[in-house]
C-alpha cells in the first residue's frame, strides 16, 4: 500500500530486459486477443473481465485458472475493477534479481475515471509470480465501508478440481518453544461449505500432479488478520482484506494512487511436497532484490554474554560493552570462522541521535572496525527503531511524531542508557531514522542491522499518516498496525539501495510482531532469542531475581528448542530465521551447537574469551568445513526424520543438482544409529569421530554413528579437512 506519509526514496534501479529475452513475455498485437505473458513455466492471459482480469492458462490443456478483478470501496459504494481494455505500460525491466516487471493499464469498464495498473514480477522459469495493483482517479475519491471490516477484494477464484487444500500459517506464536513457528493446516470440504477463513499467507490446493498456490505479503500474528481468505460452496475462494488497509477518509485523486500489498500466485506442475520446494526456491532466489539477506554467514551476537553477565556475575547489562572487551571477542571470533560481527545494546550513547558511547568507546569504533577489516568480518550494530532518547537531537525534532496510545506517551529506559518516549515508524520518523542508519555506514562502516523492539500496535494518534482526527482511535490503531510492517520493508529496502551490501534482522523473538511475507522481500527475522521463560511453563520465579530466562544455560537443552523452528524451512529457507547457538566447550557440545546452526540458523552467541583454544579451534575447523558446503546447504529443501530432541533426529541438506550438503544427527541417548540418505551424495565427505559413511549402489549416503553419550554427529558431503587436520 502506498504510504500516507511523504515516501521513502524511488524504488529499486531496473535496466530495460535485453530484446533477446523480451521475446519471453510479449504482449499480443492489437486485435490479436488479449495481452499475454508466456515464460517457460507460465502463460498468463489479461483479459480485463470482472470474473477474470487475467487468468493462467496451461499448456497442458487443463482449465484455465482466472482470477477475479479486485474490488475497491470508494464514496458509498463497492467498485469492481473490470477493465475496458488492457494495455502494456512501456517496456519489461528486469530487475536486480533477474526477475521481469511488466506493467499493464486500463480504465475501469463502468467508470473511465478511474483506471487499474496491474504489475507482475516473474522469472524466466519460475512457476510463481508476484503481482499488485495501483488505483488511479482524474478526481478525488474517499474510500469507505459499512460495516467493522474493511470491504477491499483483492481476487476472487475457485479450487473446483483440486480437491486438497492446504492453509501454511507463518506466524503462530507457540508458547511451549515461545517462538513464532510455521504450521500447516488442512482445509476441508466442510470449511468451504461453512464459509469459514483462513489466515494464511500461503494457500495452497491440489490434485497431486497440479497445484495452485496463493498468497499475500504482510504480516501479523495469527490468528489476528489484517488479510484473509474466505472460503465459499462450490470450493470458492475470495482474498480480502479484514481491517487497517484503508480507513474512512483515505482518498485517491490526481497525484494520489492507490497500491495494494503485494500477492503472490503460481501453478504447478507436481503435488504440495514439490510445491513447497519451488516456494522455497522462490523466496530465496525471486522475492528480494537483495541477495546478501539470503547468503549463508556466521553472524556473532554479543547479547549472551551481556545476559549472563547480568544473571550470572551479578554486573550491569553495558559493563562488557567496551572496546577492550570487543577486541579480545573480535580476535577469538576471527579464528572461530566468525563472518559478522554485531554489537548488541549499549555501543551508542542514546537513542535516536545513536551516536557512538565515548564513555564505553573512547575511539569511538575506529579501533572495533579496524579490527573486523583485519581479519575480513563485517560490523553490526542493535536498534531499536521506534524510540528516541528524551534528550535527543531527533527526538526533539520529530516530537509530533511521538507514538501514542490513548492520548499517552510514555517514556521509559532503554537497556541502562537514556530514558526514550516511543516514536511513529508509519509517519516521517521512518525517514529519520534510515538518514540516521545510513550515517552510520559512512562514519562507522556497518553494514549489518538488527531491528528490536517493534510491536504490530503502538499508535493511535492522528496525523502520522494511519489516519486523522475525523477518525475513532480503533481505527487509526488498526491503520498503524497494518502499515508498520510494510513500512519496515520499505526502510530495509531502500536502506540496501543507499548502502550496498546492507542485512536487516528484524527480532521477532517476542509475541504480538509483524511477523509474515512482507518483511522477507527485504530483510530476515531474528526468530528466536532465548526460547520459554520460566512463567511460560508456569514456573514461580522469585520477584526478587528478575531472571525470567529458562535456556540461556550451556548445554543441548536449549538446541531442543530451537532446532524446533527449523519446521520453516520446508517452505521459506532456515536462513531467513536467524537463530543463535552457543559454542561452550566441552567437545560434545560444540559438537550439537554447530550440527544445528550449520542446517541454515548461522548464528553464534555466547562467552567467547572463556573458550578454551582447543575448543576455538575446533569451531574453526568444523565452520571451514560448512564453509564449503554452505551453499548447498542454503538451496536444498530439508529432509527430517524422528523427534526433536529424541534419539535419532536427522537433518538432511543435499542439494539434489550436486549430492554436496550436510546430514546431522542427534541422540539423547547412547547407542548405535543408522541412516540412509534420502538423495544421492557425492562420494567426497567428512564425518565426525565414530561415524562411518559408506554408499548404495544408488549414490546414496549410509551414515552409520557409534554414540558413547549423547550428543550430535555430523557428515558434510563435498567438503574435505585441510592437510594435516
Known amino acids: 500500500m502506498r504510504p500516507m506519509t511523504p515516501p521513502l526514496p524511488s524504488a529499486a534501479p531496473t535496466v530495460l530486459v535485453p530484446l533477446a529475452l523480451v521475446a519471453l513475455a510479449l504482449s499480443a498485437p492489437a486485435g490479436a486477443g488479449p495481452p499475454v505473458l508466456a515464460t517457460k513455466a507460465l502463460r498468463v492471459e489479461l483479459t480485463g473481465t470482472e470474473e477474470a482480469l487475467w487468468r493462467f492458462v496451461p499448456r497442458s ?23 475496458r481494455g488492457v494495455a502494456r505500460v512501456g517496456d519489461p525491466v528486469v530487475l536486480q534479481n533477474g526477475v521481469f516487471e511488466h506493467t499493464f493499464r486500463g480504465a475501469l469498464r463502468d467508470d473511465p475515471s478511474l483506471g487499474l495498473e496491474i504489475r507482475f514480477r516473474l522469472s524466466e522459469d519460475g512457476p510463481i509470480l508476484r503481482f499488485a495493483y495501483r488505483l488511479t482517479s482524474t478526481r478525488a475519491r474517499t474510500f469507505t465501508r459499512s460495516g467493522p ?24 506464536f507457540v508458547e511451549l518453544l515461545h517462538s513464532y513457528t510455521l504450521s500447516e493446516r488442512d482445509v476441508k470440504d466442510s470449511h468451504f461449505e461453512a464459509g469459514l477463513g483462513v489466515m494464511g499467507p500461503i494457500l495452497a490446493a491440489t490434485d497431486e500432479t497440479r497445484t495452485l498456490l496463493l498468497a499475500y505479503e504482510h504480516g501479523s500474528p495469527a490468528p489476528d488478520a489484517f488479510v484473509r481468505f474466505d472460503l465459499a460452496p462450490g470450493r470458492r475462494v475470495t482474498l480480502r482484506a479484514v481491517k487497517g488497509h484503508t480507513f474512512p477518509g483515505l482518498t485517491v485523486g490526481p497525484g494520489r494512487p492507490f497500491d495494494t500489498i503485494w500477492l503472490e500466485a503460481g501453478l504447478l ?27 549463508p554467514r556466521v553472524h556473532y551476537n554479543t547479547w549472551n554474554f551481556q545476559e549472563r553477565n547480568r544473571h550470572w556475575n551479578g554486573r550491569p547489562y553495558l559493563e562488557s560493552m567496551n572496546a577492550a572487551r570487543m577486541l579480545a571477542e573480535i580476535d577469538v571470533a576471527a579464528r572461530m570462522g566468525i563472518e559478522t560481527f554485531v554489537l548488541d545494546t549499549g555501543w551508542y550513547e542514546k537513542t535516536g541521535d545513536w551516536e557512538v558511547s565515548r564513555a564505553r568507546f573512547p575511539e569511538g569504533l575506529g579501533p572495533v572496525k579496524a579490527r573486523l577489516d583485519a581479519h575480513g568480518i563485517k560490523l553490526g550494530l542493535w536498534f531499536n527503531p521506534g524510540v528516541a532518547a528524551i534528550s535527543s537531537r531527533a527526538g526533539t525534532a520529530n516530537a509530533r511524531y511521538r507514538m501514542s496510545w490513548k492520548g499517552e506517551s510514555k517514556a521509559g529506559p532503554v537497556w541502562e542508557t537514556e530514558e526514550s518516549t516511543p516514536m511513529c515508524l508509519v509517519s516521517p520518523w521512518g525517514e529519520a531514522f534510515l538518514n540516521e542508519l545510513v550515517r552510520l555506514n559512512r562514519e562507522t562502516g556497518v553494514t549489518y542491522y538488527k531491528w528490536d523492539a517493534v510491536g504490530q500496535y503502538g499508535c493511535d494518534a492522528a496525523g502520522h499518516g494511519h489516519g486523522t482526527g475525523a477518525n475513532t482511535p480503533q481505527e487509526r490503531a488498526d491503520a498503524y498496525a497494518f502499515r508498520v510492517g510494510p513500512r519496515l520493508a520499505e526502510i530495509a529496502e531502500r536502506l540496501a539501495e543507499r548502502v550496498p551490501g546492507a542485512v536487516v534482522d528484524l527480532d521477532v523473538t517476542e509475541g504480538g510482531r509483524a511477523v509474515g511475507l512482507a518483511f522477507l522481500t527485504a530483510g530476515r527475522y531474528f526468530l528466536i532469542n532465548n526460547g520459554p521463560y520460566y512463567q511460560s511453563y508456569d514456573v514461580p520465579i522469585d520477584p526478587r531475581k528478575d531472571n525470567w530466562n529458562l535456556f540461556f544455560h550451556r ?10 523452528t527449523y519446521g520453516y524451512d520446508k517452505w521459506i529457507p532456515a536462513g531467513l530465521f536467524l537463530t543463535h547457538y552457543f559454542p561452550d566447550d566441552p567437545e560434545d557440545a560444540q559438537l550439537v551447537g554447530v550440527a544445528s546452526l550449520v542446517l541454515g540458523h548461522d548464528g553464534v ?24 558446503v554452505r551453499d548447498s546447504v542454503a538451496a536444498a529443501a530439508p529432509v527430517r526424520t524422528g523427534a526433536v530432541g529424541g534419539s535419532g533426529e536427522v537433518h538432511e541438506k543435499i542439494e539434489h543438482e550436486t549430492g554436496r550438503g550436510v546430514i546431522a544427527v542427534f541422540s539423547t541417548a547412547s547407542g548405535r544409529q543408522r541412516y540412509v540418505s534420502e538423495h544421492p551424495v557425492t562420494p567426497e565427505h567428512w564425518a565426525t569421530p565414530g561415524t562411518t559413511v559408506t554408499f548404495d549402489a544408488q549414490g546414496r549416503a549410509i551414515v552409520d554413528m557409534a554414540f558413547e553419550k549423547p550428543g550430535a554427529a555430523i557428515a558434510f558431503f563435498g567438503a574435505k579437512a585441510p592437510a594435516g587436520r
Not at 273 to 293: D, I, K, M
Not at 558 to 564: F, H, M, P, Q, V
Open 269 to 295: 506442475a507436481g503435488d504440495l511436497a514439490w510445491t513447497a520446494e519451488a516456494y522455497r526456491s522462490f523466496v530465496r532466489t525471486e522475492l528480494s532484490q537483495n541477495p546478501e539477506t539470503r547468503a
Open 61 to 83: 490443456g487443463a482449465p484455465a485458472q482466472a482470477f477475479a478483478a479486485p474490488v475497491f470501496p470508494l464514496d458509498g459504494r463497492l467498485v469492481k475493477a473490470a477493465l
Open 149 to 172: 471490516e474493511d470491504e477491499l477484494v483483492y481476487l476472487s477464484t475457485t479450487l473446483a478440481g483440486l480437491p486438497r487444500a492446504l492453509e501454511v500459517r507463518l506466524s503462530e
Open 555 to 564: 548445554g543441548p537443552a536449549r538446541t531442543w528448542i530451537t532446532r524446533s
Open 605 to 628: 552467541w555466547g562467552d567467547l574469551v572463556s573458550l578454551s583454544p582447543e575448543g576455538v579451534a575446533r569451531f574453526g575447523k568444523l565452520l571451514g568445513l560448512w564453509r564449503q
